[in-house]
C-alpha cells in the first residue's frame, strides 16, 4: 500500500524567505505526483503536476521536482509572500492492483505560514 | 465551463438518515473520484470511478455507495450516516491519456451528522 509523507507538517516563516517542502512515498512505481494548494475552507487548487519520467515541473515562483528511485519529491517557494500561506499538500498517482487502475494517494499536507 | 460542481455545499443530518452528494463535471474526464478530508488526515479516498458504469472501492469505502450511471455525474451515497462521517467531502475528476492524474476539485460538501 503507499503511504505518503510531507514534511515538515507545519512551517512559519518570514517574508522573502526561500522555502523547500518536502513530499516521501514508498512505492516509487508511480504515474504522477501533483502538488496542490488549500486556502482555509476551501477547494485544492492545482499547482503543478510532474510525470513519472519527468525530473522537474517549474511555474512562476514554484518548482517542483520528482526523484522516483528515492520516492521524493521536493516543491521550492522563492522569495515567499504573505499571499503563500495556505496548506501544501502532494498526492501520487500508483497503481491499485486489485482495481486494475491508477488510484491517488495524499499526503497529511504542510500547513505554510508567511507573515510580514 | 463550470468545471466540477457540487450539491450542496452544506448539510446537517441526524444520526440514521440517508443522503445523495451529487458531483458534476463539464470537462468530459473520464475518472472521478470522491474523497474526506477530516483535521489533520490529509484526503482520503472512498471511491472512484474509471468510467460510466464502473465504480470501485478506495481506502475508506465503509458506509458509502457510489453510483456513476452518466459519465459526468458521480454520486455518493450515504444509506446511514453515523458520527463518524461528520467530515468535508471532496469529488474530483481526471482525464485519460498524458494528462491523466491531473486532478480537478469540486468547491467540497461539509456535513454534520449529529
Known amino acids: 500500500k503507499q503511504e505518503v509523507t510531507q514534511i515538515p507538517a507545519a512551517l512559519s516563516v518570514p517574508e522573502g524567505e526561500n522555502l523547500v517542502l518536502n513530499c516521501s512515498f514508498t512505492d516509487s512505481a508511480i504515474y504522477n505526483l501533483q502538488w496542490f494548494r488549500q486556502d482555509p475552507g476551501k477547494g485544492l487548487t492545482s499547482l503543478l503536476l510532474?510525470?513519472?519520467?519527468?525530473r522537474e515541473q517549474t511555474s512562476g515562483r514554484l518548482n517542483a521536482s520528482l526523484d522516483k528511485s528515492s520516492g521524493r519529491s521536493t516543491l521550492y517557494i522563492a522569495a515567499s509572500q504573505p499571499g503563500d500561506s495556505a496548506t501544501y499538500l502532494c498526492?501520487?498517482?500508483?497503481?491499485?492492483?486489485?482495481?486494475?487502475?491508477?488510484?491517488?494517494?495524499f499526503g497529511r499536507g504542510t500547513s505554510l505560514i508567511v507573515h510580514p | 465551463n463550470a468545471g466540477v460542481t457540487q450539491t450542496p455545499k452544506f448539510r446537517v443530518l441526524k444520526t440514521g438518515q440517508s443522503m445523495t452528494l451529487l458531483c458534476a463535471q463539464d470537462?468530459?474526464?473520464?475518472?472521478m473520484y470522491w474523497y474526506r478530508q477530516d483535521p489533520g488526515m490529509g484526503l482520503r479516498l472512498i471511491h472512484y470511478?474509471?468510467?460510466?458504469?464502473?465504480?470501485a472501492k478506495g481506502e475508506v469505502p465503509d458506509g458509502y455507495n457510489v453510483s456513476r450511471l452518466k459519465k459526468q455525474n458521480f454520486l455518493l451515497g450515504l444509506e446511514s450516516a453515523a458520527p463518524s462521517q461528520t467530515s468535508v467531502y471532496f469529488c474530483?475528476?481526471?482525464?485519460?491519456?498524458?494528462?491523466?492524474?491531473?486532478?480537478?476539485f469540486g468547491p467540497g460538501t461539509r456535513l454534520t451528522v449529529l
Open positions: 470537462m468530459n474526464h473520464e475518472y
Open positions: 498526492a501520487v498517482m500508483g497503481w491499485e492492483g486489485s482495481g486494475g487502475s491508477y488510484i491517488p494517494t
Open positions: 510532474i510525470q513519472s519520467s519527468q
Open positions: 474530483a475528476s481526471s482525464p485519460m491519456g498524458a494528462r491523466r492524474g491531473t486532478q480537478y
Open positions: 470511478s474509471v468510467g460510466e458504469g464502473t465504480t
